[in-house]
Nanobody
Framework: QVQLAESGGGLVQPGGSLRLSCAAS????????MGWYRQAPGKQRELVAA???????RYSDSVKGRFTISRDNAKNTLDLQMTRLKPEDTTVYYC?????????WGQGTQVTVSS
């Protein structure tokens, strides 16, 4: 079992920046594919960004060029630097860890982009 704890959400104005962090409770963090997802009310959870154990990265088209995902295997943490935020980025963001059939989720952190 892997526990994931997100932090860093909050209220920011359009065009602003936020940094989300996810702390993982596993000593085998480096072998997991880690990702950030988001889910708006009434919609399916969607991938925002993911980084594999080999540091291969992919982004959704909606955040490419604005968000940056990174991982620190020494600290067992995953970050998401979000810049040029838009009102449509408002929703709950979830940290995810995947390894074969294992699939773990954090509780989520709210990001609100509003003036």
């Amino acid at each position: 079992q892997v526990q994931l704890a997100e932090s860093g959400g909050g209220l920011v104005q359009p065009g602003g920046s936020l940094r989300l962090s996810c702390a993982a409770s596993t000593s085998r963090f480096s072998i997991y594919t880690m990702g950030w997802y988001r889910q708006a009310p009434g919609k399916q959870r969607e991938l925002v960004a993911a980084i594999s154990r080999d540091d291969m990265i992919r982004y959704s088209d909606s955040v490419k060029g604005r968000f940056t995902i990174s991982r620190d295997n020494a600290k067992n943490t995953l970050d998401l630097q979000m810049t040029r935020l838009k009102p449509e980025d408002t929703t709950v963001y979830y940290c995810n860890a995947k390894l074969f059939a294992a699939d773990f989720w954090g509780q989520g952190t709210q990001v609100t982009v509003s003036s």
